[in-house]
């Protein structure tokens, strides 16, 4: 005979329209984005994720001589926490279209996060400024998109003078020095960025020594804008807009 506990479950599970023998389905599994073609080696067994964050910021590069190869030397970004955005996971989630497009929305619709040097000197594309060299990163506040609650502000995104990536998070409770283990080109059908420059690459990263806090590796996904304006036209530095979600593991 049924107790009347398990009858009860069942016919709020019919009511909702749910299966049958098994109670409400928990938050959807968060799972790394594809590129539908080649892609980043997954976690290791184990790993936990920690945060997945939005990157919104600005990718710096180096041109030696006109007509050269842009050299890259690092990018500065503010992080968000999107982890509750990720779909299915509770009902402030965005739709599958929406956690797609994310990077994309706030690429085009927000001024980039960052306190910007509109010096044309030295510049290889004077329209799309440099960060301040003394001071780049504005207080820490929430990111607002247009038709979305405020996204909480998570840290930031630089490269120490060894030209390091790292990644501050929580306060400073996490702090990755990190180093590349992989690396495959963005989907063709990556958003290319205002400037039309292309999206960066999608990266797997570990922890280095010195890094402090859980995290050992780190992903660089769902890329939009970023790349070089490239060294045809001058010599100098460049810096181009981009946004990119950061997937953090332990």
Not at 17 to 33: Q, R
Not at 117 to 137: L, M, W
Not at 227 to 243: E, F, I, L, P
């Amino acid at each position: 005979m049924f107790k009347s506990s398990t009858i009860l479950l069942f016919s709020a599970a019919v009511a909702l329209g749910l299966p049958t023998g098994s109670c409400a389905p928990g938050p959807k599994a968060l799972v790394l984005p594809s590129t539908g073609a080649a892609d980043l080696p997954q976690p290791p067994a184990g790993s936990k994720l920690l945060h997945i964050a939005l990157g919104f910021g600005i990718q710096n590069y180096t041109c030696s001589s006109v007509g050269a190869t842009p050299g890259a030397t690092g990018a500065l970004a503010m992080l968000y926490d999107i982890t509750d955005l990720f779909p299915g996971q509770n009902r402030q989630s965005l739709s599958q279209n929406e956690w797609d497009s994310l990077t994309t929305r706030a690429l085009w619709s927000h001024n980039v996060p960052l306190n910007l040097n509109y010096s044309a000197e030295g510049r290889v594309e004077p329209s799309s400024p440099g960060a301040s060299q003394t001071s780049p990163f504005p207080p820490d506040a929430p990111l607002q998109l247009l038709g979305m609650r405020p996204v909480p502000f998570l840290g930031h995104h630089l490269f120490t003078s060894a030209g390091v990536p790292n990644f501050i998070l929580d306060g400073g409770k996490i702090n990755v020095l990190a180093g590349k283990l992989g690396s495959v080109d963005a989907p063709k059908n990556a958003d290319k960025g205002p400037q039309r420059t292309g999206a960066v690459s999608w990266l797997q990263l570990n922890a280095k020594d010195g890094s402090v806090g859980a995290a050992k590796y780190v992903y660089r996904v769902a890329t939009a804008g970023g790349n070089s304006h490239g060294c045809s036209k001058a010599a100098g530095q460049d810096s181009t807009s981009y946004t990119a979600q950061y997937w953090f593991y332990s």
